[in-house]
């Protein structure tokens, strides 16, 4: 285990409170890009890519009920939520 020393360093209030508010925004814009970039639904092709498996084997997932396939409006192709791959995954 690699040892780690720590050094104290006196910086004055207003310095500070300037790094903290620019950590802040920070956050704040990368949560607002992270969260623009998440699909409620994904395609059949997106999931495939993200599991790494091919059309049949997740054809298999669907039909033994380990995914769930909805539909959405009228057409025929299927999509997967996106919440139930994060909880399949364990990143919920």
């Not at 360093?9 to 409170?17: A, F, G, T």
Request: net charge positive.
């Amino acid at each position: 285990m690699k040892e780690v020393q720590i050094k104290t360093i006196m910086v004055p209030s207003e310095e500070w409170d300037k790094v903290v508010t620019t950590l802040e925004k920070m956050n704040n814009n990368l949560s607002g890009l992270m969260s623009k970039n998440v699909k409620e639904y994904l395609t059949k092709k997106e999931v495939m890519s993200i599991l790494k498996i091919g059309r049949t084997t997740l054809d298999r997932y669907i039909e033994e009920g380990f995914l769930h396939e909805v539909k959405l409006g009228k057409g025929t192709r299927g999509y997967i939520k996106q919440s139930e791959l994060d909880d399949i995954m364990g990143n919920v």
